[in-house]
């Protein structure tokens, strides 16, 4: 009975280990090197008794994998990864042994970082071989527009109040780079200040805590750190958020700013913090079908440098068939179509925007394909005209229809020598105006009764906004004044009909907006906005600007999440739709 327990005992007092659940980003762990998209070498080799360990890294997959060379059978190689800096790691990865006749081995392919985990992670190559030893880390800076440890650039916005301690402030500063650093004044020798940096919006912060960290210099009162960077492009991460601590030199307690989000731009905060909800590795915004489609345009219209591989990965993931349940109550038949023909034309137009901004051929086909299936509910022996809106042809409403009208025009635009869509959008506008959809005070009601009446359903801001913005395309395409008149009177309408303190409002921002509801604002800004460019009069681009000045002032908080409200108040729902919808606010006011 000794000799069992001395043998359990010993057992215990091995390390074991810890499971590792496998990590995705635009691949998952353990991937085939032979798969990989390049091959860099970062670190120089490592020696082990003769036996060189090298660590192979792929920056275009975002994963790494280790080799052993010049062995002998039995000798090991591996990766290590940490989530907190390189202070405790998985051990382990990926564990190959050279076998008998040969002199290498390779371990499979590991993530360096899960974006959609929001965790930031470090990796290093390890062998064994009748010794262990390790690599270096990589990536331990982080590069945006600047790397960790730089001087401060120009600018000095201070996004969050200070934390005071010990009649000291610490105070959080963000240049104009979007990159931060912490202050501490009206203190003494000896004092601490650094940088807090999280992944998960201020939840945890293991591979940022205590950045730059530095005392006060003797005779001096204050000091600062150097600049940290809170997005990191090289391993997709964005969203981080810093917050600056300090301490006085007498006592251990700490105080802390509160957790913010630096940009360089209005838009690039929205669309940081935007992206900070991507589900890189499924490409998409998880729970909403036709919601990401709002979202991928606002990414593509947005101006910001870096997103063509986001675009290109979304289109390339999506494109497939998908079950029931997968990304939408209902199947998806592959090319973004499915039974839900409004669902369907907003990917339309979110391929026309990526179009618009990358030049990529296959864009455009793809909004074309889509545009034939939503064509092919035109039917002009219900109400004269109309797309239904759904494959089972229960309801003519005014989204689908303004959707197609957009749509219609826009490829007219795009598709050189096309006559076939400018006469379908010509046809499409001309209904739209006889159909009754728009009410007796220029509003846009939500569709059309059996006997095609206006049903005097809610007018909803999008409805409002996909017919200007249509009726504001077919001008282009045609050059008939008419259109665009249609549009100055729709956004007249609006302007006095849909707002609140000069502010736009959906009729259930007073209670609660469905997840559908919460994207129209935003919807509603991009035509608006599109439609205030071509127009002329400064009113309506002083319309656009009072709205991208609300969302941004009144309905922002210091992670440059955008809520519900555009007018901001209590009780106001943040979620990534909401975000979508704010950004687009704010790329209309920067587009005009």
Same mark, same amino acid.
């Given at each position: 009975?000794?000799?069992?327990?001395?043998?359990?005992?010993?057992?215990?007092?091995?390390?074991?280990?810890?499971?590792?659940?496998?990590?995705?980003?635009?691949?998952?762990?353990?991937?085939?090197?032979?798969?990989?998209?390049?091959?860099?070498?970062?670190?120089?080799?490592?020696?082990?008794?003769?036996?060189?360990?090298? +660590? !192979?890294?792929?920056?275009?997959?975002?994963?790494?994998?280790?080799?052993?060379?010049?062995?002998?059978?039995?000798?090991?190689?591996?990766?290590?990864?940490?989530?907190?800096?390189?202070?405790?790691?998985?051990?382990? +990865?990926?564990?190959?042994?050279?076998?008998?006749?040969?002199?290498?081995?390779?371990?499979?392919?590991?993530?360096?970082?899960?974006?959609?985990?929001?965790?930031?992670?470090?990796?290093?190559?390890?062998?064994?071989?009748?010794?262990?030893?390790?690599?270096?880390?990589?990536?331990?800076?982080?590069?945006?527009?600047?790397?960790?440890?730089?001087?401060?650039?120009?600018?000095?916005?201070?996004?969050? /109040?200070?934390?005071?301690?010990?009649?000291?402030? @610490?105070?959080?500063?963000?240049?104009?780079?979007?990159?931060?650093?912490?202050?501490?004044?009206?203190?003494?020798?000896?004092?601490?200040?650094? +940088?807090?940096?999280?992944?998960?919006?201020?939840?945890?912060?293991?591979?940022?805590?205590?950045?730059?960290?530095?005392?006060?210099?003797?005779?001096?009162?204050?000091?600062?750190?150097?600049?940290?960077?809170?997005?990191?492009?090289?391993?997709?991460?964005?969203?981080?958020?810093?917050?600056?601590?300090?301490?006085?030199?007498?006592?251990?307690?700490?105080?802390?700013?509160?957790?913010?989000?630096?940009?360089?731009?209005?838009?690039?905060?929205?669309?940081?913090?935007?992206?900070?909800? !991507?589900?890189?590795?499924?490409?998409?915004?998880?729970?909403?079908?036709?919601?990401?489609? @709002?979202?991928?345009?606002?990414?593509?219209?947005?101006?910001?440098?870096?997103?063509?591989?986001?675009?290109?990965?979304?289109?390339?993931?999506?494109?497939?068939?998908?079950?029931?349940?997968?990304?939408?109550?209902?199947?998806?038949?592959?090319?973004?179509?499915?039974?839900?023909?409004?669902?369907?034309?907003?990917?339309?137009?979110?391929? +026309?925007?990526?179009?618009?901004?990358? !030049?990529?051929?296959?864009?455009?086909?793809?909004?074309?394909?889509?545009?034939?299936?939503?064509?092919?509910?035109?039917?002009?022996?219900?109400?004269?005209?109309?797309?239904?809106?759904?494959?089972?042809?229960?309801?003519?409403?005014?989204?689908?229809?303004?959707?197609?009208?957009?749509?219609?025009?826009?490829?007219?635009?795009?598709?050189?020598?096309?006559?076939?869509?400018?006469?379908?959008?010509?046809?499409?506008?001309?209904?739209?105006?006889?159909?009754?959809?728009?009410?007796?005070?220029?509003? @846009?009601?939500?569709?059309?009764?059996? /006997?095609?009446?206006?049903?005097?359903?809610?007018?909803?801001?999008?409805?409002?906004?996909?017919?200007?913005?249509?009726?504001?395309?077919?001008?282009?395409?045609?050059?008939?004044?008419?259109?665009?008149?249609?549009?100055?009177?729709?956004?007249?309408?609006?302007?006095?009909?849909?707002?609140?303190?000069?502010?736009?409002?959906?009729?259930?921002?007073?209670?609660?907006?469905?997840?559908?509801?919460?994207?129209?604002?935003?919807?509603?800004?991009?035509?608006?906005?599109?439609?205030?460019?071509?127009?002329?009069?400064?009113?309506?681009?002083?319309?656009?600007?009072?709205?991208?000045?609300?969302?941004?002032?009144?309905?922002?908080?210091?992670?440059?999440?955008?809520?519900?409200?555009?007018?901001?108040?209590?009780?106001?729902? @943040?979620?990534?739709?909401?975000?979508?919808?704010?950004?687009?606010?704010?790329?209309?006011?920067? /587009?005009?």
């Amino acid at each position: 009975m000794r000799t069992v327990l001395v043998v359990l005992l010993v057992f215990a007092s091995l390390t074991v280990p810890r499971a590792t659940a496998a990590v995705c980003a635009l691949s998952c762990d353990q991937l085939d090197p032979s798969r990989a998209a390049q091959e860099t070498f970062p670190l120089p080799d490592k020696d082990i008794n003769g036996r060189v360990l090298r +660590l !192979h890294v792929s920056d275009s997959d975002g994963m790494a994998w280790a080799s052993i060379d010049n062995g002998r059978t039995g000798d090991a190689v591996w990766l290590d990864r940490s989530w907190d800096g390189g202070g405790t790691w998985d051990g382990l +990865l990926g564990k190959a042994s050279i076998p008998d006749t040969w002199t290498g081995t390779r371990t499979l392919m590991y993530n360096l970082t899960d974006p959609v985990g929001h965790r930031r992670g470090l990796l290093r190559a390890c062998g064994d071989a009748q010794a262990v030893a390790c690599t270096a880390w990589i990536y331990p800076t982080v590069c945006d527009a600047a790397c960790d440890g730089s001087a401060p650039g120009t600018g000095d916005n201070q996004p969050v /109040g200070p934390a005071t301690i010990f009649g000291r402030s @610490v105070r959080l500063h963000f240049d104009d780079r979007g990159m931060s650093w912490a202050s501490i004044d009206s203190g003494g020798t000896g004092d601490e200040i650094w +940088l807090d940096r999280s992944w998960d919006e201020g939840a945890t912060w293991p591979d940022g805590s205590s950045l730059g960290r530095t005392s006060v210099p003797l005779g001096a009162t204050a000091t600062q750190t150097a600049t940290f960077a809170a997005r990191d492009p090289r391993g997709r991460m964005n969203g981080g958020a810093v917050r600056a601590c300090g301490r006085e030199a007498a006592h251990q307690e700490g105080a802390c700013t509160a957790w913010a989000r630096p940009a360089q731009s209005r838009v690039a905060a929205g669309v940081d913090a935007l992206l900070w909800s !991507h589900d890189v590795y499924r490409a998409w915004w998880p729970s909403s079908w036709w919601n990401s489609a @709002v979202a991928v345009t606002a990414l593509a219209d947005s101006g910001v440098s870096g997103l063509d591989p986001v675009l290109a990965r979304i289109f390339d993931v999506n494109r497939a068939a998908f079950p029931a349940g997968a990304r939408s109550s209902d199947p998806i038949d592959g090319d973004f179509i499915s039974r839900a023909v409004d669902d369907t034309a907003w990917w339309g137009l979110a391929w +026309l925007a990526a179009y618009d901004r990358t !030049h990529d051929a296959r864009y455009l086909a793809e909004a074309t394909k889509i545009a034939d299936y939503v064509h092919g509910f035109w039917d002009t022996g219900t109400c004269g005209g109309g797309v239904w809106w759904d494959r089972e042809r229960t309801y003519k409403n005014a989204v689908t229809s303004g959707l197609y009208l957009r749509l219609a025009a826009s490829l007219h635009r795009r598709l050189d020598g096309d006559t076939e869509w400018l006469a379908r959008a010509r046809e499409a506008g001309d209904w739209y105006l006889r159909s009754g959809l728009i009410n007796s005070t220029g509003l @846009v009601n939500d569709g059309l009764t059996s /006997g095609c009446a206006n049903n005097g359903q809610t007018v909803w801001t999008y409805n409002q906004g996909l017919a200007i913005g249509g009726f504001t395309e077919l001008w282009r395409a045609t050059g008939d004044q008419s259109y665009l008149d249609a549009s100055r009177r729709l956004a007249d309408a609006a302007m006095t009909g849909l707002t609140s303190g000069g502010v736009l409002v959906e009729s259930c921002d007073t209670g609660s907006c469905d997840d559908n509801q919460k994207q129209f604002k935003g919807i509603f800004l991009r035509y608006f906005g599109d439609f205030a460019a071509a127009a002329g009069p400064s009113v309506y681009q002083d319309f656009v600007r009072q709205q991208a000045d609300s969302v941004w002032s009144r309905d922002r908080d210091s992670l440059n999440r955008f809520g519900e409200r555009w007018d901001g108040g209590a009780s106001n729902v @943040v979620d990534w739709r909401t975000q979508a919808s704010g950004l687009e606010a704010l790329i209309a006011a920067a /587009g005009g």
